[in-house]
């Protein structure tokens, strides 16, 4: 049987379930999920072995006008993603239906001339009588991709978008054993697993453009000691983290130590700490630490 292997790029606006879409695939979670734009900031590798053939997937940034550094900077990468990739999925949300920014994108891969597959998704929240006409709009927007309805929230459709896929890599070698679902460390898992603490229960209060860095990472029998700083922009968003008595801050760290435990298997303690940089998004040398 011949195998086939390649990287994929998920690609599409912000919010429309990438990263979900990517934790489905690969069968475990390797992106963070939040209802926030931008969630995703540097690219996320998943894998996914299958007896025929090896899925590379990468995870980008949600595509966007933009206008900050930071911004330019993930939108930079992901054109490189495209570039670099052997097909796309271009996802799209079954509820907010075709944007503007969807069809800017769509003339971005028509000039990348790559395979594209069309994802359209939530479909579990959507009437499928619904669906005909954004299946039909997508069709004469894409006249020789793929389209494929599914749920990356329950998982619908999702083994017909593998066999799609999988049908539009070349042939390649198996880049990966097959026990491997990421290539990111330890370290950048964990410090993803704070940021989307911080971005789920600070809501509205504090924006995106948050990092996290590990600053200390100790291996002590069973039990990993970790120490994380969260960067802020401003006094008064440190002061929302770490909320009344210190009572934010405190639950963002249980949250993301059963979190990080379950990740890494053993016991951790973990130390929170909050730094305020007020150019950090604007610094390329401190974005550059960010991975971005």
Same mark, same amino acid.
């Given at each position: ?53 090896? *899925? ?5 940034? &949600?595509?966007?006008? #933009?206008? $900050?550094? !930071?911004?330019?900077?993930?939108? %930079? +990468? ?53 669906? *005909? ?5 997508? &069709?004469?927007?894409? #006249?020789? $991709?793929? !389209?494929?309805?599914?749920?990356? %929230? +329950? ?138």
């Amino acid at each position: 049987m011949t195998f086939r292997s390649g990287f994929v790029a998920i690609v599409g606006r912000p919010n429309v379930g990438k990263s979900t879409l990517l934790n489905r695939l690969v069968g475990s979670k390797v992106a963070i999920v939040s209802p926030k734009p931008q969630t995703t900031r540097r690219r996320i590798l998943g894998v996914t072995t299958l007896p025929h053939a090896q *899925l590379l997937f990468y995870d980008t940034a &949600g595509w966007h006008r #933009p206008r $900050a550094l !930071i911004n330019k900077r993930m939108v %930079l +990468d992901t054109e490189k993603v495209i570039q670099d990739a052997d097909v796309i999925l271009w996802v799209v949300d079954s509820l907010a239906g075709v944007r503007l920014e969807d069809r800017a994108l769509c003339d971005h891969l028509c000039i990348a001339k790559r395979p594209v597959c069309v994802v359209l998704n939530k479909i579990d929240r959507r009437a499928h009588v619904k669906l *005909l006409p954004q299946l039909a709009e997508l &069709g004469e927007m894409l #006249p020789d $991709a793929e !389209i494929v309805p599914v749920s990356a %929230l +329950d998982g619908a459709n999702i083994d017909e978008l593998l066999e799609v896929i999988v049908k539009l890599l070349p042939e390649g070698p198996r880049y990966y054993d097959e026990d491997t679902i990421t290539d990111q460390t330890e370290r950048m898992l964990i410090e993803e697993v704070v940021r989307e603490q911080v971005l789920l229960q600070t809501k509205e209060e504090i924006p995106y453009a948050v990092g996290v860095v590990v600053e200390k990472f100790e291996e002590r029998e069973d039990l990993s000691v970790i120490s994380a700083a969260i960067q802020v922009e401003r006094k008064s968003q440190k002061g929302i983290l770490i909320g009344a008595g210190g009572a934010r801050i405190k639950e963002i760290g249980r949250a993301a130590r059963l979190e990080a435990e379950r990740i890494l298997g053993r016991r951790v303690y973990l130390e929170l700490f909050v730094r305020v940089d007020e150019d950090w998004t604007t610094n390329p040398r401190r974005l550059a630490e960010m991975g971005l």
